[in-house]
């Protein structure tokens, strides 16, 4: 199984500052056919389910603003909110779909300092 | 709107079986793949079981390979994972999860609020 592995546990960030996420795969999540990365970004807000953020490591889902942005390639991704808003107060879960079983980071908590 | 929306949850004693359900609706339901992830309360994320579009191929969790099999109708717009041999660390709140794509390799892009199964004696 591919073990996702989140970095930090939890952040506390100021309003209008960069907030950064790091998620490392025990094993490429690289496709080589189409040179895809089958990694995405969630966040879940209390009481509410996951969120769709980001998908192939850096496409954003539509709707989603753009100060969020995700990168990276085979093992080691980021998620960065380049300006922190208070409704960016969530956890947020990376989450491989290369292979089955599909798996998901242990989250990371954002809090404004 | 996309709408799922999980029934089925209770509480069963360990050893037990339960089958949840998860209806969808506002979508083309036989153009996605179908997913089951659930959260013990205060936890993380925990991807159960996935289904391709025609139910054809399927994905389980090692946790609950042999005990939990997942199953979809698409003339009903539904989805189905029956849980037997329920064990305590099984309680959560299981979700249905729309996948993005027609095969089970892909980002799930909207979820059900999920209906809490609690394993207790």
């Known amino acids: 199984d591919i073990v996702m592995t989140q970095s930090p546990d939890s952040l506390a960030v100021s309003l209008g500052e960069r907030a950064t996420i790091k998620c490392k795969s025990s094993?490429?999540?690289?496709?080589?056919?189409?040179?895809?990365?089958?990694l995405a970004w969630y966040q879940q807000k209390p009481g509410q389910p996951p969120k769709l953020l980001i998908y192939?490591?850096?496409t954003r889902e539509s709707g989603v603003p753009d100060r969020f942005s995700g990168s990276g390639s085979g093992t080691d991704f980021t998620l960065t909110i380049s300006s922190l808003q208070a409704e960016d107060v969530a956890v947020y879960y990376c989450h491989q779909y290369y292979n089955t079983p599909l798996t998901f980071g242990g989250g990371t908590k954002v809090e404004i300092k | 709107e996309v709408q799922l929306v999980e029934s089925g949850g209770g509480v069963v004693r360990p050893g037990g079986s339960l089958r949840l359900s998860c209806v969808g609706s506002?979508?083309?339901?036989?153009?996605?793949?179908m997913s089951w992830v659930r959260q013990a309360p205060g936890k993380g994320l925990e991807w159960v079981s996935g289904i391709s579009w025609s139910g054809d191929s399927t994905g389980y969790a090692d946790s609950v390979k042999g005990r939990f099999t997942i199953a979809r109708d698409n003339a009903k717009n539904s989805l189905y994972l029956q849980m037997n041999s329920l064990r305590a660390e099984d309680t959560a709140f299981y979700s249905c999860?729309?996948?993005?794509?027609?095969?089970?390799?892909?980002?799930?892009?909207?979820w059900g609020q999920g209906t809490l199964v609690t394993v207790s004696s």
């Open positions: 094993q490429t999540v690289l496709y080589n056919s189409n040179n895809k990365n089958y």
């Open positions: 192939w490591a850096s």
């Open positions: 506002g979508f083309t339901f036989d153009d996605h793949a």
């Open positions: 999860a729309r996948g993005a794509f027609a095969m089970v390799r892909g980002a799930t892009d909207f």
